[in-house]
């Protein structure tokens, strides 16, 4: 870890303890197992997805391997959402995958979920002209702050 981030840690632990002293013991850590890293990019990208949207991609990030892929079934989303009707299901993952965030294909009676990484969601939204040029700048300002290859189209 650079010394930038270790000044930054330091500096974020000594708020949270002067901040937050009841609760030292209660913060998760994501040292351990049971973290699932999530693309700061997301952050940027939350405006062009409902809420419903939202939940299936983050219950689909939190059920991901290394790999970027995972295979719930609908009744297993359906379930661990708390979504009565099925049937809505399907469209908002249609819409997960036009919109660049995920691809799904089948094999084997089953179904295959792949997370693709943020910058195919950024580049399908602004070629469909749904980000514009001004957010379309502070994505890229972003990703140049997490020093990633800035989108250009």
């Known amino acids: 870890m650079s010394d930038s981030n270790n000044r930054r840690l330091d500096r ?8 937050f002293p009841e609760h030292q013991n209660s913060v998760f850590d994501t040292r351990k197992a049971g973290f699932v890293p999530v ?3 997301y952050r940027k990208l939350l405006r062009y997805l409902t809420p419903p949207q939202v939940r299936i991609l983050l219950y689909l990030l939190l059920r991901v391997s290394r790999a970027g892929i995972c295979f ?3 009744d297993e989303i359906a379930y ?8 809505h299901l399907r469209p908002l993952i249609a ?4 919109k660049g965030f995920i691809q799904v294909a ?3 009676g089953r179904t295959y979920y792949l997370i693709l990484d943020p910058s195919v ?9 749904v980000i ?8 890229n300002r972003l990703r140049g702050d997490l020093k990633r290859e800035e989108i250009s189209i």
């Open 132 to 139: 514009d040029d001004e957010h379309f700048l502070e994505i």
């Open 12 to 19: 974020e632990e000594r708020l949270r303890a002067e901040l």
């Open 121 to 129: 969601a950024i580049t399908t939204l602004r070629k469909d002209g």
């Open 95 to 98: 819409d997960l995958e036009r």
């Open 39 to 41: 693309a700061i990019e």
């Open 80 to 87: 661990d959402l708390g979504v009565a009707a099925k049937k």
């Open 106 to 108: 089948s094999s084997g």
């Open 72 to 74: 719930p079934t609908i």
